[in-house]
Nanobody, 125 residues
Framework: QLQASGGGLVQAGESLRLSCVASGSTVSSYGMGWFRQAPGKEREFVAAVRPSGPGTYYGNSVKGRFTISRENAKNTVYLQMNSLKPEDTAVYYC????????????????????WGQGTQVTVSS
């Protein structure tokens, strides 16, 4: 089970940190991803991290502003979001993918096995 939190209402240029806590499993065993979905739009890949070793991936719209990280001792994955823009407004979801995912599968929401409930991020201009 995944529990996402940390969303809120901020102004453009500010920062937020989202957290995704896994219960009943260890995040180090899964490829972990963040996706977002704005009203009327498809779910969009934001960031992902491999189960172990180096390997983080970012969507083009967030590259250089967002950072995904994992704290195994807390069984938590984070998404640090800096320089937020109004177009970042969406519901953000964390997800877990079992096995030994490759980059292409980490970018594809259909390949994920477990999803959190989502947390709303609203950025005002």
């Amino acid at each position: 089970q995944l529990q996402a939190s940390g969303g809120g209402l901020v102004q453009a240029g500010e920062s937020l940190r989202l957290s995704c806590v896994a219960s009943g499993s260890t995040v180090s065993s899964y490829g972990m991803g963040w996706f977002r979905q704005a009203p009327g739009k498809e779910r969009e890949f934001v960031a992902a991290v491999r189960p172990s070793g180096p390997g983080t991936y970012y969507g083009n719209s967030v590259k250089g502003r967002f950072t995904i990280s994992r704290e195994n001792a807390k069984n938590t994955v984070y998404l640090q979001m800096n320089s937020l823009k109004p177009e970042d407004t969406a519901v953000y979801y964390c997800a877990a993918q079992s096995g030994r995912p490759i980059m292409s599968s980490l970018l594809d929401p259909r390949r994920y096995d477990y999803w959190g409930q989502g947390t709303q991020v609203t950025v005002s201009s």
